[in-house]
Nanobody, 120 residues
Framework: QVQLVESGGGLVQPGGSLRLSCAAP????????MGWHRQAPGKQRELVAV???????DYADFVKGRFTISRDNTRNTVYLQMNSLKPEDTAVYYC??????????????WGQGTQVTVSS
């Protein structure tokens, strides 16, 4: 199973910003949809944002206008720019990618998770 490599989490004050990154462990992958999910303590994992290979994006209502997802297909990397952070954004953030193994088979890949804590 392929694990994506995440970076960029940390502690930030309310109203602050963080940028998360997530990349394939090595070159040679072809990814379809990529995205970010999050899981807060005691809650289910939820979708935050998704981006297609062509660059179309979609966001959960609770981050619209504050978060921006982007990707670099040449680097097999997806980013999440998080602005105007709120305490309720505190969670472990997981990146996701659909690995296009062949024309007939795709495989879900996940990152290890990175903690984002929004607190004064």
């Amino acid at each position: 199973q392929v694990q994506l490599v995440e970076s960029g989490g940390g502690l930030v004050q309310p109203g602050g910003s963080l940028r998360l990154s997530c990349a394939a462990p090595e070159s040679g992958f072809s990814f379809g949809n990529m995205g970010w999910h999050r899981q807060a303590p005691g809650k289910q994992r939820e979708l935050v944002a998704v981006i297609t290979k062509g660059g179309s994006t979609d966001y959960a209502d609770f981050v619209k206008g504050r978060f921006t997802i982007s990707r670099d297909n040449t680097r097999n990397t997806v980013y999440l720019q998080m602005n105007s952070l709120k305490p309720e954004d505190t969670a472990v953030y997981y990146c996701y990618a659909l690995w296009e193994v062949s024309w007939a088979y795709s495989e879900d890949c996940w990152g290890q998770g990175t903690q984002v804590t929004v607190s004064s």
